[in-house]
């Protein structure tokens, strides 16, 4: 067994362990998260701004001067985003929290599939795809569905309606971020899984948790954006790693 091998079994079962023992976990998930049920990162060469370059189409601006044009990369956002499935690392969070080991999930994606494994009260910082949201007089009608065409009217204001996600320009949903940074600053271990922390404010939230003392554990194919902070290092995707350590975990809490 080689060296690499050992040292990434022993950070795993270093992290198993400060999992067991927590009182207090939150999970804190990204793009990274989703990749392994099929939706490519936004941002990278098969991701959705190389068709449609985001100040054109996915800021507040843009959707004001032509929702039309907005609508048609949102109906693409929607199809890809529904194509998925929840995959492994998904369930294992919705199993740790059923288990009582985990508080929430808070995430940066807008794919639902936390929900769809049966996470509950998931906060989704960035919004999510489900319903339809007037950004002029905030009404939300989450039964709503998406159009096959046009651009759909508010019933109170008639003005342009899309999905409840954030787009660029806009505020996160209110009380998202709040209730994610008393999360972040009351948890004893956090689950930072498959994201750069590139985009904020949320990406703060694990500098939050390691101010407040608690345990990081970052899930990542890159892992290293947190490793001046002491954070425990898990290399790969989610889907492989969290059952693991979450299997792990558990058999150490007994």
Same mark, same amino acid.
Request: charged residues 20%.
């Given at each position: 067994?080689?060296?690499?091998?050992?040292?990434?079994?022993?950070?795993?079962?270093?992290?198993?362990?400060?999992?067991?023992?927590?009182?207090?976990?939150?999970?804190?998930?990204?793009?990274?998260?989703?990749?392994?049920?099929?939706?490519?990162?936004?941002?990278?060469?098969?991701?959705?701004?190389?068709?449609?370059?985001?100040?054109?189409?996915?800021?507040?601006?843009?959707?004001?001067?032509?929702?039309?044009?907005?609508?048609?990369?949102?109906?693409?956002?929607?199809?890809?985003?529904?194509?998925?499935?929840?995959?492994?690392?998904?369930?294992?969070?919705?199993?740790?929290?059923?288990?009582?080991?985990?508080?929430?999930?808070?995430?940066?994606?807008?794919?639902?599939?936390?929900?769809?494994?049966?996470?509950?009260?998931?906060?989704?910082?960035?919004?999510?795809?489900?319903?339809?949201?007037?950004?002029?007089?905030?009404?939300?009608?989450?039964?709503?569905?998406?159009?096959?065409?046009?651009?759909?009217?508010?019933?109170?204001?008639?003005?342009?309606?899309?999905? =409840?996600?954030? /787009?660029?320009? *806009? $505020?996160?949903?209110?009380? #998202?971020? @709040?209730? %994610?940074?008393? &999360?972040?600053?009351?948890?004893?271990?956090?689950?930072?899984?498959?994201?750069?922390?590139?985009?904020?404010?949320?990406?703060?939230?694990?500098?939050?948790?390691?101010?407040?003392?608690?345990?990081?554990?970052?899930?990542?194919?890159? =892992?290293?954006? /947190?490793?001046? *902070? $002491?954070?425990?290092?898990? #290399?790969? @995707?989610? %889907?492989?790693? &969290?059952?693991?350590?979450?299997?792990?975990?558990?058999?150490?809490?007994?």
């Amino acid at each position: 067994m080689s060296r690499r091998r050992e040292l990434c079994l022993d950070s795993l079962e270093q992290a198993a362990q400060a999992l067991a023992t927590s009182r207090a976990a939150v999970a804190f998930t990204g793009a990274g998260m989703s990749v392994e049920s099929g939706i490519p990162d936004f941002r990278s060469a098969h991701g959705l701004w190389r068709t449609y370059p985001p100040d054109e189409y996915a800021t507040m601006s843009a959707f004001s001067a032509d929702p039309a044009k907005v609508w048609v990369m949102l109906r693409a956002m929607v199809g890809v985003l529904s194509a998925a499935e929840p995959n492994p690392g998904h369930q294992a969070l919705a199993q740790l929290q059923r288990m009582g080991r985990l508080r929430r999930v808070i995430t940066q994606n807008i794919d639902g599939l936390h929900r769809r494994a049966g996470s509950v009260d998931t906060i989704e910082v960035h919004g999510s795809t489900t319903g339809l949201h007037c950004p002029s007089c905030t009404l939300r009608d989450k039964r709503a569905s998406i159009p096959t065409r046009g651009v759909p009217p508010c019933p109170r204001c008639g003005r342009a309606m899309k999905p =409840p996600v954030v /787009l660029f320009e *806009e $505020g996160l949903p209110p009380g #998202a971020m @709040g209730e %994610a940074m008393r &999360l972040a600053d009351a948890c004893d271990l956090m689950l930072v899984v498959g994201t750069s922390l590139a985009v904020y404010p949320v990406a703060s939230l694990p500098d939050l948790a390691i101010r407040a003392g608690a345990t990081i554990v970052e899930v990542n194919t890159e =892992p290293g954006h /947190l490793r001046r *902070e $002491g954070a425990i290092e898990l #290399a790969g @995707g989610a %889907a492989q790693v &969290l059952p693991l350590l979450i299997e792990r975990a558990l058999e150490l809490a007994g």
